[in-house]
């Protein structure tokens, strides 16, 4: 059972405009939700979190916002960099081992 | 420089054959754990350890066994690999506190296993 899910495989966004990727999740028990980016070839980095008792958090071009009573949570990238294509995990987490990943969304950032 | 090192990183094998996958890490982290990632099923938790001595079962543990001898290292080892263990295998690694409250983790660069 998939308690962490990414719907959208992919997405391809043109340079300078903004990206976001979605994430929904069933377990209402999770403290803290974050997003990590991988390139081909190497791991997963982390790239932001968010608390669960926030709605926010933004850290330079990148802004996660949590919505509670949805169960959503969605990673806003502006503005969005060529550098910037690669997979993004979305994860819920009641700690480091109850760490539960989505299926990854591919983002893809037309120059 | 801060890492979490996996070798092999490529390795083909044949069913039955016993291997083992080596993870360092060299940030002192009290928290290891190893995933394994597969199309359409992201990222799922093999086994973990909390410290030295101390391991435990993630969500897919069958057919795996770990050891934490060291706090560096974490192992993870296939005694008789059959091919649905074909993967991509990450190791990870946490400060004590991230690991008890953020979940955030430093992976290594992963290690693409074929069982054929």
């Known amino acids: 059972d998939q308690q962490v899910k990414q719907n959208s495989p992919s997405l391809s966004v043109q340079e300078g405009r903004i990206s976001i990727l979605n994430c929904d999740y069933t377990n209402s028990m999770f403290d803290y939700f974050l997003w990590y980016k991988k390139y081909p070839a190497e791991g997963p980095t982390f790239l932001i979190s968010i608390s669960s008792i926030k709605d926010k958090n933004e850290d330079g071009r990148f802004t996660v916002f949590l919505n509670k009573s949805a169960k959503h949570l969605s990673l806003h990238i502006v503005p969005s960099q060529p550098g910037d294509s690669a997979v993004y995990f979305c994860a819920g987490a009641t700690g480091a081992n109850n760490l539960f990943f989505g299926t990854g969304t591919r983002l893809t950032v037309i120059p | 420089e801060a890492q979490v090192t996996q070798n092999p990183r490529y390795l083909i094998t044949v069913t039955g054959k016993k291997l083992t996958v080596t993870c360092s890490q060299n940030?002192?982290?009290?928290?290891m754990s190893w995933y394994r990632q597969d199309p359409g099923l992201g990222l799922r938790q093999i086994y973990y350890?909390?410290?030295?001595?101390?391991?435990d079962k993630g969500d897919v543990p069958e057919g795996y066994k770990v050891s934490r001898k060291e706090k560096r290292n974490f192992p993870l080892i296939l005694e008789s690999p059959s091919p649905n263990q074909t993967s991509l295998y990450f190791c990870?690694?946490?400060?004590?506190?991230?690991?008890?409250?953020?979940?955030?983790?430093?992976f290594g660069e992963g290690s693409r296993l074929t069982v054929l």
């Open positions: 940030m002192n982290h009290e928290y």
């Open positions: 350890s909390m410290n030295v001595e101390v391991t």
């Open positions: 990870a690694s946490s400060s004590g506190l991230a690991a008890a409250n953020t979940g955030e983790l430093f």
